[in-house]
């Protein structure tokens, strides 16, 4: 697999088998996705791995847990203005299309919502921290680290979910991890073999056309 290839079969997955994938295989994942470019070669990212007999302990931690709620940071501007507004709604409406999920079924939404919390049943994940004192140029070596780690994992053969919606989880993420609080949780990764047989994973989102975003002097 080139790196388009897997560019344009990377997409998020919310449906995973329970295939087990093994420690190494990610630390390999890790290891090369670790050459992803960082201002100043800060490499400001620091992940947790949670897989095979931690991920069931972490199960049953959420299980246990207090619904989360507060969110560490905007996963986006208040008062979300066009495109970008209209971009996030309609993504939204196709997922749930998929589902069969009416707009008007707030409990099926939420019962939706919360398989974040389970990783979509994926077999293993990472948890993205950043350093509290790090700046928008650290998040974006982060957003750099994350991306090539999914295409790797792409063309290892295995899909994956980054998941924001766990900063609103990272009291009780903190707790299993035992993440110093310098260290401030940016996202969930989950990662395993998509279920073929999901309707969910045949969602392709839309792109804009190039005429929306680029200019050409």
Same mark, same amino acid.
């Given at each position: ?109 939420? %019962? ?6 389970? $990783?979509? !049943? *994926? +077999?293993?994940? &990472?948890?993205? =921290? ?6 928008p140029p650290q998040w974006s070596d982060l957003g750099m680290f994350l991306q090539t780690f999914m ?16 900063? %609103? ?6 707790? $299993?991890? !035992? *993440? +110093?609080?310098? &260290?401030?949780? =940016? ?31």
């Amino acid at each position: 697999m080139n790196v388009t290839d897997a560019v344009k079969a990377r997409k998020t997955t919310r449906d995973f088998l329970a295939d087990p994938i093994d420690d190494a295989v990610i630390a390999e994942l890790l290891t090369t996705a670790s050459r992803a470019p960082s201002g100043g070669n800060l490499q400001p990212w620091r992940i947790w791995v949670i897989n095979g007999e931690s991920m069931q302990a972490f199960r049953q931690h959420m299980a246990g847990a207090e619904r989360p709620t507060e969110m560490e940071y905007d996963v986006y501007p208040p008062k979300l203005w066009d495109p970008y507004r209209t971009r996030r709604f309609s993504v939204g409406e196709q997922m749930y299309a998929t589902l069969g999920i009416e707009r008007e079924d707030k409990a099926g939404r939420l %019962a939706q919502f919360a398989r974040n919390m389970d $990783f979509f !049943g *994926a +077999p293993a994940s &990472l948890f993205c =921290f950043i350093d509290r004192g790090m700046g928008p140029p650290q998040w974006s070596d982060l957003g750099m680290f994350l991306q090539t780690f999914m295409l790797l994992a792409e063309e290892a053969g295995y899909q994956t979910c980054p998941q924001e919606a766990w900063s %609103a989880a990272h009291t009780q993420v903190r707790s $299993f991890t !035992g *993440a +110093p609080e310098e &260290l401030m949780l =940016f996202c969930g990764v989950a990662i395993g073999k998509a279920n073929p047989d999901a309707a969910i994973n045949s969602l392709v989102s839309e792109r804009a056309p190039i005429e929306e975003f680029a200019t050409f002097l």
